[in-house]
């Protein structure tokens, strides 16, 4: 046995405290017992969820074992949603998701990746995406929009469209809807344009902690040429990256981090965006596990229990658009189901993120709303495959594209 | 080809291939619990989920064929080794089987699956007005389990120990067994035994030995009106031991637990976000606590009509007065105690675990290896004192020791517990020094004192003491499962 994966002695405490009840499974609150993990929930066996994780890196830090292809398959099939993290007593972590973040960078260290991601990765060295799309179409997404460009004029706000929402055509429309909104409401926001640069978030989430540095150290080199203060982001996972992972890493400093989220239901209430057009639709809001758990642990961490999660405003926002009836899922917040997305499985194992979606997608059907409605483009994407795929009518939206109909 | 090989493609005509599993990565995650010492863990040779009572039967009976060795796991929480393989066996974990199959308000039963957890049962119970009646166990943990092997939760006082009716379980040989009052078609799940021997109890206790049990029939214990705890402090154990019985013995509480003052403590560490042991629990001298705080606490809960347990708690609280107790008034636990109040609501009040986030992570940091007898109320006060002079001896503080009526009054459930912070890698050799010192002091304590092991500790010596009621448990043994496939590991026969 190699001696090639050793934790650090917090996380090697965990392992062994671990009494295997698979609590990290479950929801609580209005969601008691239903469950939570994707992969807990699919593939059944104890070793899915956080606990069985714990007992295989037990055994990877106690040399019991060798890290394998097939181990490797397992771990990466977590979405890092961090459920998990939010149900168990037991963790304790800044990061909710370390033990899988830990692990997947010794995979990525022993070489055992999936396929998929080692491509995502080359893309990402070669034209600084995500997506394997040339760098020079990364503006395309803003045609039109006349915003300004922060690389050549000074703007106040930054927004940060991320990689998903640039490349991807079918999710132009919510980054566009998020700057209209924006300068309609007179702020001065600007874009990087073709010189906007992955985050590094999904590149630190499967493992690859070395590019994320990279990318964190190159996006705060710009921001601080440009002198921005404010950065704004339609993309859950970007919001995660710039608002937690930097500042766990150290790369953050004093820059406001907010997701469009918060921007929106700011200038809402102070009365910058008018709403008064009816948006007759019931509606269900999906949380985005980036905007939630995912962030909330780091805020425990600076001396709050609660308050980091990004729950509220997305809620205040809809019931702030004339017409509209939000109709809540069982598991919402704390509890939320991942749409599958996360954590790059997305990409490795895409069979699996529609399940998840779908599964989503019958939860939001079931509250009797027409639109499902979210705050993410990952989310967005994955929605859009799944409804496609069992033909839904359902429709779905990013807030800000609801938001910009009731103007 | 093994019997194992064998097995396996045989198993796979009848189990889909995502329930049942000799990769690697899923095997290691069965391998180790909390009671697994660093570095040491056997693989199982695969794993198997079954969804229903036949599917249990053809894996038993595939098993049996071939004699392979199969350890049942019915989920979890696992702290004392009980479901862990041993080289060659075959893990059955049940965690699929997890339906609430009925709850019978008119009988006070709920008849369930292995794999259903505390939470699910309790919550599902709290709808219809019961309380489980395992309130103080962890919420993932399975209900079937710990009925069998003896609840650790606190109902037995009034209602009796074994929550345990009627069950259904395979055997080796592919026999579904229908105990009680269910053995018998259309008649329900609502009793033990009678009017012939009870066949439930065979495999109370058998920790898997003796086949797999599939479905149990566990009582519920109704809410009534009103559900209250009253809490009073003592100064010292006698008295508080003379109130428990008191109080159980004449149907005044429905439970009672003496705390000691470093486990109220532990219960404050719980509920706080503390990082570190504050420093009174680390004292050496653990038998007098800091200054106005009570020696320990004596918990009960009282259930019923408003008017009987206005009665019942004024009653209560004249008798520990009389003992030299006191009364402590709901607002002056809360505030002096705030985390004990909310833990002893929550379990012994709403029989709910405590939710994510009100539990401290202070438990990440934390052992609690413990030591768990049952005994006559008589020689409770002796084993108090052996506890004090094993500490002094073997442990290093803090210290805490619970007791409560277990069996009505016949019988006391006495828990002494060694808290250990630090690192497993750090503690290992006082982890392994205290288990042993464990073993021989159950041994000890049984000798002195007739007190006896609450739950098996995998040490056969233990069951060897037994004589002809041990025998004929092997000739039943084998009869039942001559091929001893039945969670050998265990070492229980």
């Known amino acids: 046995m190699s001696d090639g994966i050793k934790l650090n002695e917090h996380l090697y405490n965990f392992t062994t405290r671990c009494v295997r009840c698979a609590g990290c499974t479950f929801g609580y609150k209005n969601a008691e017992f239903e469950a939570v993990c994707p992969i807990y929930k699919k593939f059944n066996f104890f070793t899915y969820s956080l606990g069985g994780t714990a007992q295989l890196a037990r055994a990877l830090h106690e040399g019991r074992i060798d890290l394998t292809e097939s181990m490797a398959d397992m771990l990466y099939h977590c979405t890092t949603c961090g459920a998990c993290g939010e149900m168990c007593a037991e963790v304790d972590f800044p990061d909710t998701m370390e033990m899988q973040h830990e692990l997947r960078a010794r995979c990525v260290e022993l070489g055992q990746v999936p396929f998929a991601h080692v491509i995502t990765i080359e893309g990402l060295k070669k034209d600084d995406n995500m997506m394997q799309k040339p760098k020079a179409e990364r503006g395309k997404w803003a045609q039109g929009l006349k915003v300004k460009d922060i690389t050549k004029e000074k703007a106040e706000v930054y927004y940060h469209a991320g990689c998903r929402c640039c490349f991807d055509e079918e999710l132009w429309p919510m ?90 239901n700011r200038l809402i209430k102070e009365d910058r965006l008018k709403l008064t057009k009816s948006v007759p639709v019931v509606a269900t809001y999906h949380d985005p596990c980036h905007l939630g758990r995912k962030v909330e642990p780091w805020i425990r961490q600076e001396g709050k229990l609660k ?80 409804l496609k795929e069992n033909n839904s009518t359902l429709k779905l939206y990013d807030i800000a594209e609801l938001v910009e109909q009731a103007l | 080809m093994s019997n194992v090989d064998s097995l396996y493609d045989e198993l796979l005509s009848t189990f889909p291939e995502d329930r049942i599993s000799r990769d690697e990565a899923i095997l290691t995650s069965y391998a180790t619990d909390l009671s697994s010492p660093p570095g040491v863990a056997t693989l199982p040779t695969m794993v198997v989920l079954p969804k229903t009572t036949d599917e249990v039967k053809n894996l038993l009976v595939a098993a049996n064929r071939f004699k392979v060795p199969v350890v049942p796991m019915s989920r979890g929480a696992n702290i004392a080794g009980l479901a862990l393989p041993k080289k060659g066996e075959v893990v059955v974990d049940l965690r699929l089987m997890n339906k609430i199959i009925e709850i019978n308000s008119d009988a006070a039963y709920a008849l369930i699956e292995p794999g259903v957890t505390h939470q699910q049962l309790s919550l599902e119970a709290k709808k219809k007005g019961f309380i489980n009646h395992l309130p103080t166990a962890t919420g993932g943990g399975s209900s079937v389990a710990n009925a069998l092997m003896r609840p650790s939760g606190n109902l037995s006082a009034r209602w009796d120990p074994d929550p345990v009716l009627a069950l259904e379980v395979v055997t080796p040989s592919g026999d579904i067994i229908r105990t009680g009052s269910a053995s018998f078609e259309n008649a329900g799940w609502r009793a033990r035994y009678g009017p012939f021997p009870d066949l439930t109890g065979l ?87 800091p200054p106005g705080m009570p020696f320990g606490i004596a918990s009960a809960r009282l259930s019923g009509y408003k008017e009987v347990i206005d009665a019942q708690e004024k009653t209560c609280i004249r008798l520990a007065r009389e003992l030299g107790g006191d009364y402590m008034p709901p607002q002056e636990v809360e505030a002096t105690h705030p985390g004990t109040w909310a833990y002893l609501n929550s379990y012994f009040v709403d029989g709910m675990h405590l939710k994510p986030g009100e539990e401290s992570t202070m438990r990440a940091a934390l052992w609690l290896p413990g030591w768990l007898i049952n005994a006559e109320p008589s020689g409770v006060l002796a084993l108090e004192k052996e506890m004090w002079n094993f500490a002094k001896k073997e442990a290093k503080p803090p210290y805490m020791f619970r007791a409560l009526p277990f069996n009505h009054a016949r019988e006391f459930f006495f828990a002494f517990v060694i808290l250990i912070s630090g690192s497993l890698e750090e503690e290992k050799d006082y982890m392994l020094h205290l288990t042993s010192a464990y073993t021989n002091l159950y041994h000890e304590l049984l000798a002195k004192h007739g007190a006896i092991m609450f739950r098996f500790r995998q040490d056969p010596t233990y069951f060897a003491l037994t004589g002809p009621y041990g025998e004929l448990l092997r000739k039943i043994k084998n009869i039942i499962d001559p091929n001893n496939i039945m969670h050998p590991g265990v070492n229980l026969f």
């Open chain 1, 307 to 386: 308050g980091g999660e990004i729950y509220q405003p997305p809620r205040e926002i809809l019931n702030s658009i004339p017409g509209l009836k939000l109709a809540e899922m069982r598991r919402i917040k704390e509890n939320a189901w991942c749409c599958g997305a996360g954590g790059g499985a997305i990409d490795a194992y895409p069979d699996f993120a529609l399940w998840a979606a779908l599964e989503r997608i019958d939860e939001a059907k079931s509250t009797g709303a027409d639109v499902l409605v979210t705050a993410c483009p990952w989310c967005k994407r994955n929605f859009t495959d799944a």
């Open chain 2, 203 to 289: 495999f109370t206790c058998s920790y898997g030995t003796l086949g797999i049990v599939t479905k149990v029939a566990v009582k519920l214990i109704d809410r009534g009106e009103e559900e209250r705890l009253l809490v009073t402090k003592f100064d010292s154990f006698p008295p508080a031991l003379e109130y428990m019985k008191l109080i159980v013995r004449r149907n005044l509480a429905d439970s009672v637990t003496f705390w000691n003052w470093v486990w109220n403590l532990f219960h404050e560490l719980m509920a706080s976000k503390l990082q570190k042991l504050p420093p009174e629990m680390l004292k050496e001298d653990q038998k007098t606590p």
């Open chain 1, 175 to 264: 980054a566009r809807s998020a700057v209209n909104l924006l300068k309609k409401a007179g702020v001065d926001v600007g874009i990087a344009g073709k010189d906007e640069v992955c985050c590094g978030g999904r590149a630190f989430e499967i493992g690859y902690q070395g590019e994320f540095t990279k990318y964190a150290e190159s996006n705060m080199e710009m921001l601080k040429t440009a002198g921005i203060k404010t950065l704004v982001t339609s993309c859950a996972d970007c919001y995660y990256a710039f608002k937690v992972l930097y500042d766990m890493a150290g790369k953050k400093g004093d820059l406001e981090v907010l997701h469009i989220t918060e921007y929106l």
